[in-house]
């Protein structure tokens, strides 16, 4: 057999079926050690192998606070692949958002303190129910609550409850460094990142506020930001109200 026919019969090659085969294999290697250092870590800070100083607990804060980021970024990565490949499903129900923004605000609160913010919820009346996966939901919530945290060196981050007609709002407001106009589209884009003052960029993969652009989208929502220089961001989410959802069908 020529070398030509061995090559006609060769199967062809799907390269984003590799890809997404290597990113699942590296992220389930990653995931067997950060297990182990978050255990390892629990342990220490409950006094498991000793009576943990005062000064000794921030170092154990600092390195779970990043496990647990680490994380984070390898669900955004995963997702992510999913969601572009349009295969990423959702179950959504019927859901108050008040009390699930009130117990997520109370969860995350110690996370903003640690780093030196304070972490408010404000509710106006009249929101309505909406149809959300409320997982899927609070992974957007933690994507733009760290991203808030990341760029807000000093004051508070509040996330804000509101009904604009029939549909809710809720807005992630927070006193950072900000983001010109020109940028405000880009923010959105896959491995974006903002720099911060000459050019500094703080961590991230820049995966974040694309998957969350995604996940909003998947419940046909709306998702965009508002900032100015020096005064900070504010992220909006618009969630239809749970009558008018239509989750069954997408075109």
Same mark, same amino acid.
């Given at each position: 057999? $020529?070398?030509? =026919?061995?090559?006609?019969?060769?199967?062809?090659?799907?390269?984003?079926?590799?890809?997404?085969?290597?990113?699942?294999?590296? $992220?389930?290697?990653?995931?067997?050690?950060?297990?182990?250092?978050?255990? /390892?870590?629990?342990?220490?800070? @409950?006094?498991i192998a000793g009576a943990? $100083?005062?000064?000794?607990?921030?170092?154990?804060?600092?390195?779970?606070?990043?496990?647990?980021?680490?994380?984070q970024i390898i669900d955004?990565?995963?997702?992510?692949?999913?969601?572009?490949?349009?295969?990423? /499903?959702? /179950?959504?129900?019927?859901?108050?958002?008040?009390?699930? %923004?009130?117990?997520?605000?109370?969860?995350?609160?110690?996370? /903003?303190?640690? *780093?030196?913010?304070?972490?408010?919820?404000?509710?106006?009346?009249?929101?309505?129910?909406?149809?959300?996966?409320?997982?899927? %939901?609070?992974?957007?919530?933690?994507?733009?609550?760290?991203?808030?945290?990341?760029?807000?060196? @000093?004051?508070?981050?509040?996330?804000?409850? =509101? *009904?604009?007609?029939?549909?809710?709002?809720?807005?992630?407001?927070?006193?950072?460094?900000?983001? $010109?106009?020109? %940028?405000? @589209?880009?923010?959105?884009?896959?491995?974006?990142?903002?720099?911060?003052?000459?050019?500094?960029?703080?961590?991230?993969?820049?995966?974040?506020?694309?998957?969350?652009?995604?996940?909003?989208e998947l419940h046909r929502?709306?998702?965009?930001?508002?900032?100015?220089?020096?005064?900070?961001?504010?992220?909006?989410?618009?969630?239809?109200?749970?009558?008018?959802?239509?989750?069954?069908?997408?075109?």
């Open positions: 057999m $020529s070398k030509s =026919a061995v090559q006609a019969v060769k199967p062809a090659v799907d390269a984003d079926l590799i890809k997404d085969q290597f990113t699942a294999m590296i $992220s389930h290697e990653l995931r067997t050690p950060l297990c182990a250092a978050k255990e /390892a870590v629990e342990l220490l800070s @409950e006094g943990v $100083s005062p000064e000794q607990t921030p170092f154990l804060d600092v390195a779970s606070r990043n496990i647990d980021r680490l994380g955004n990565v995963l997702d992510f692949g999913v969601l572009q490949r349009g295969q990423l /499903a959702i /179950a959504p129900e019927a859901l108050a958002l008040g009390p699930f %923004l009130e117990s997520f605000v109370a969860e995350q609160g110690p996370v /903003a303190t640690k *780093a030196g913010l304070r972490l408010e919820f404000e509710e106006k009346a009249g929101a309505p129910l909406v149809s959300v996966d409320r997982a899927r %939901l609070r992974q957007v919530l933690l994507n733009l609550l760290d991203n808030a945290i990341r760029y807000t060196s @000093e004051g508070e981050i509040t996330i804000e409850l =509101a *009904a604009e007609q029939d549909d809710a709002r809720i807005t992630i407001i927070d006193t950072g460094c900000g983001i $010109s106009d020109d %940028l405000l @589209e880009e923010v959105f884009e896959p491995f974006f990142q903002v720099s911060v003052g000459t050019g500094r960029r703080v961590g991230g993969c820049g995966i974040g506020l694309a998957l969350c652009k995604g996940l909003v929502g709306k998702i965009w930001a508002q900032s100015q220089l020096g005064r900070g961001t504010s992220l909006h989410i618009l969630l239809p109200g749970a009558d008018k959802a239509s989750l069954g069908s997408r075109p």
